[in-house]
């Protein structure tokens, strides 16, 4: 098993071989060294990505409103939504609800959602400045 760091002795090392005019013992270890950073490299940068991605998740779970039923996103008092609480909460994806007469309509998985009267809607978000409700941001099955 190849080890992933990259030790100072072997530059050492390298320098030592070459001085001892061992040229092809010392490319190859030149070569070891090289894929062992190539493989550092290349780990780091999907490493950064994916301390990304999660900042990007904390980031919008920070903006997200739950009225009682579905998840609005409330970013710089500009409220985008609604979303659907079901798929938000058990797959971890925001799905845009399809507004009807009556109801939001989830097409991914299939739910409604009554809507509620004006009155409703000022007691809800009363009680959403009260008191936050905690997200999920990963679901376990």
């Not at 190539?38 to 301390?51: A, D, G, H, I, S």
């Not at 409604?112 to 679901?139: G, M, R, T």
């Amino acid at each position: 098993m190849k080890s992933k760091t990259i030790h100072g002795t072997n530059f050492r090392k390298v320098l030592e071989l070459f001085n001892e005019g061992r040229d092809k013992e010392a490319a190859d270890l030149l070569k070891i060294i090289q894929e062992e950073f190539l493989e550092l490299y290349t780990e780091n940068n999907l490493l950064k990505k994916q301390v990304n991605e999660v900042a990007e998740v904390l980031d919008l779970a920070e903006c997200m409103d739950f009225d009682g039923q579905k998840y609005w996103i409330d970013d710089d008092s500009v409220k985008n939504g609604p979303y659907c609480q079901v798929c938000y909460d058990t797959e971890g994806i925001l799905v845009r609800l399809q507004e009807r007469d009556k109801y939001w309509e989830c097409f991914a998985c299939k739910n409604i959602f009554v809507k509620l009267s004006a009155d409703n809607d000022q007691k809800v978000a009363a009680n959403l400045k009260k008191k936050k409700e905690p997200l999920k941001l990963f679901v376990t099955k």
